[in-house]
């Protein structure tokens, strides 16, 4: 099972960006799927993630109201679409594909994509 994360890049503050997340074969169809971060220094953190359904998606409250995680039902690719991009937003992404059928911060992971690393900087 791969996940192949992309869209990562340099940005400054206030652009917006969009990361995708590509499982392989049917993985993930059935499954929650979501984004954490890591920034330099720091713990690994929840971003978003989302239902196997396109719904019950939930936010880590540092960036709900700016990022969304849209997702077809069933599908195994999800995006992480961040506005109003800021500095504290830097980190490396990392996709995730959850063993139950939902996803948020303390659900098990089962397979973590490489990451994707944004940059928010002027």
């Known amino acids: 099972v791969q996940l192949q994360a992309s869209g990562g890049g340099l940005v400054q503050p206030g652009d917006s960006l969009r990361l995708s997340c590509q499982a392989s074969r049917r993985t993930g169809s059935n499954n929650g799927m979501g984004w954490f971060r890591q920034a330099p220094g720091k713990e690994r953190e929840f971003v978003a993630a989302?239902?196997?359904?396109?719904?019950?998606?939930v936010y880590a409250d540092t960036v709900k109201g700016r990022f969304t995680i849209p997702r077809a039902r069933a599908a195994s690719t999800v995006y992480l679409q961040m506005n109003t991009l800021k500095p504290e937003d830097t980190a490396v992404y990392y996709c995730a594909v959850y063993s139950s059928s939902f996803g948020g911060r303390d659900q098990r992971v089962a397979y973590w994509g490489q990451g994707t690393l944004v940059t928010v900087s002027s």
């Open positions: 989302i239902g196997w359904n396109g719904g019950n998606s």
